[in-house]
């Protein structure tokens, strides 16, 4: 395969990894159907200062990512809401995307000095196979960027998160742009452009205010502290570094204040939960908001799992450097002089996980701004030579994902031709969590679309490409991309409201506000969507200390009631002497998580 059709496959799957499974579907449980609840509030209520779920204010986050999302919709009022926000996550990805790329771009004169330091020690590289890799020390350093991008593709953490309208998104981005341009400042040509303190401290500056604007005080902190930390190195302690400093924080201060000014004018109860409790008390463990219990090896487990596999590639680069230092006494290479832009990188992903390790509360979503910075220490892995061994390993992942993908579109053919699953075996296996029987309909542009992709792949295999974690990427974009071109109607149908709370507005039509029981933001949020029912919380719970419920007054006025009962809460059941059950609901493949529908009796 020439240079040109190797680029065009490389950007094919990296463009569809990132564009695939965005539209075409419902919010997805956990976290987007609560964001794309906020971005309806304002879009209905004009609520651009307070964001609200139903009848209730929240302020966990800044709503930068929601004002997007509203701004998106009302760009494209002739798509449903819930489609045209979601052009706020193609916008923030390409940002992450692009801040990414320029990341790997400068990095690339670091990356090719240590492979050739590497490489006169002597040696075998432990990751890539042969001069059929898709990085070679002599290529262009756009070749580097984008295998950057393919390794994103590849990550595990990146793949669902990517996709969905979540704060998580914006606070990738902002991390990203801050990231490339504290790189640009240490691994600058310092003969060129003398006025690259405006460009360093613009992207830092930007980077921290989305940052903040999308999820509080993370990527600042972050941010702030690893430059501390990084003063020493030669580049980060300079005039022009200073001179940055003073860019990025004038380019910074609109972002950091003017939403919080407005939020405090308008309530300075609000404010204080905002800065205090969601921010301050998740850090310090003070807020029961979730995920307060996870411990030190739990958050290890997870931490290995989502940066599977550059966690590998970060292993294969500081063992290729361990061995060259011992195999040879040179001094003419030092990752401090001659690296200064990755060893900042090192050292913010070490900031980055020391504070999530430490942090009060921990969820799995937390790490999506840290893995770009990983993604960049592990991209030398993608350079030179490496043994046999590697090349059998990369002969296996490409078998087994060979396997899944047959699987799939075995799976799209079943669905279409017959609604149905075989053999039984696997029904069972696959009906835990997606519905079966199911009547997937024929899609032609998505069928298209996987028969384009499995055919650039297949060319892939052909033009000599022998590297374990590129391998892994691209065998994991294709998959992404045919599961959720084929198969996107049947996982929307398991992981969305739109059907449960369809029958219920089908079924019947409450004269009144419905009060809820037990539902969360996420489920109230799609409540009101589907249906347009008034929802109101029967209870609250407060977020300091152990949660405590505080009754709703305005609820009492409501002759319709909501509960939700799953495996943690049993079914709740209001007197049966003033409330008739008149209707049961649950989503598919889900029986664990019940829906019943009360009408106040006649008095």
């Excluded at 990983?374 to 994902?401: E, K, N």
Aim: with cysteine.
């Amino acid at each position: 395969m020439s240079t040109r059709l190797r680029r065009f496959a490389i950007w094919w799957f990296v463009i569809g990894f990132a564009l695939v499974g965005v539209f075409g579907r419902f919010p997805w449980k956990a976290d987007e159907p609560y964001s794309f609840g906020i971005v309806h509030r304002i879009l209905a209520d004009h609520a651009w200062v307070v964001p609200h779920i139903a009848d209730i204010a929240f302020v966990e986050k800044p709503p930068l990512v929601y004002w997007i999302g509203a701004l998106s919709a009302k760009a494209l009022p002739h798509l449903p809401e819930h489609e045209s926000s979601r052009v706020a996550v193609v916008l923030l990805v390409a940002l992450a995307f692009a801040s990414i790329h320029a990341s790997a771009r400068w990095l690339w004169p670091e990356a090719r000095r240590w492979w050739a330091w590497s490489k006169e020690a002597g040696g075998p590289f432990p990751m890539a196979m042969n001069a059929g890799a898709l990085t070679q020390p002599g290529a262009p350093r756009g070749r580097y960027a984008i295998t950057a991008l393919l390794l994103v593709a590849g990550t595990l953490g990146f793949m669902e998160q990517l996709h969905k309208l979540t704060a998580d998104i914006g606070q990738l981005a902002g991390s990203s742009l801050a990231l490339s341009g504290l790189v640009r400042l240490g691994a600058r040509d310092r003969s060129a452009d003398p006025r690259a303190h405006w460009t360093v401290g613009l992207l830092v500056g930007t980077g921290v205010g989305i940052g903040f604007m999308s999820k509080g005080l993370l990527v600042p902190g972050w941010v702030g502290l690893t430059w501390l930390l990084a003063s020493p190195m030669p580049g980060y302690r300079s005039a022009l570094a200073a001179r940055a400093a003073a860019v990025a924080c004038l380019a910074a201060l609109p972002w950091l204040l003017t939403w919080p000014l407005l939020l405090l004018a308008r309530s300075p109860d609000l404010f204080h939960e905002w800065f205090w409790v969601q921010n301050v008390g998740r850090f310090f463990g003070t807020a029961r908001l979730g995920g307060n219990d996870v411990t030190l090896l739990d958050r290890a487990q997870s931490l290995l799992f989502i940066a599977f596999p550059v966690c590998l590639g970060i292993v294969a680069v500081g063992v290729r450097t361990w061995g060259a230092r011992r195999r040879t006494t040179s001094l003419d290479w030092s990752a401090l002089r001659d690296a200064p832009g990755h060893a900042f990188v090192a050292v913010f992903a070490a900031t980055a996980l020391t504070t999530l390790l430490a942090s009060g509360s921990y969820r799995d979503n937390y790490v999506l701004p840290v893995l770009p910075a990983l993604v960049l220490l592990a991209l030398p892995a993608t350079l030179g030579r490496a043994s046999r061994l590697i090349g059998l390993v990369s002969s296996a992942i490409d078998a087994v994902f060979a396997v899944l993908i047959v699987t799939v579109v075995a799976l799209w053919w079943q669905l279409v031709a017959r609604g149905v699953v075989w053999p039984h075996s696997l029904a069972a296996a696959v009906g835990r969590t997606l519905p079966v029987p199911f009547d997937l309909p024929f899609q032609p542009a998505a069928a298209l679309t996987a028969v384009v992709t499995i055919a650039i792949w297949g060319f892939i295999q052909r033009s000599g490409l022998r590297n374990a974690l590129v391998t892994w990427s691209i065998n994991m974009a294709v998959l992404w991309i045919v599961v959720f071109t084929l198969l996107l109607p049947w996982v929307d149908a398991a992981r969305s409201y739109r059907e449960v709370f369809t029958e219920l507005r089908e079924s019947h039509s409450p004269t009144t506000c419905v009060a809820t029981f037990n539902l969360g933001e996420s489920e109230l949020a799609m409540f009101e969507y589907v249906t347009g029912f008034e929802a109101r919380r029967a209870v609250f719970m407060s977020p300091e200390g152990p949660p405590v419920p505080v009754p709703n007054p305005t609820a009492d006025a409501c002759n319709w009631r909501l509960v939700l009962s799953n495996e943690t809460v049993s079914e709740i059941t209001p007197d049966p002497r003033f409330w008739t059950p008149v209707w049961r609901g649950h989503r598919p493949a889900d029986a664990h998580e019940r829906f019943v529908l009360f009408r106040r009796r006649p008095q």
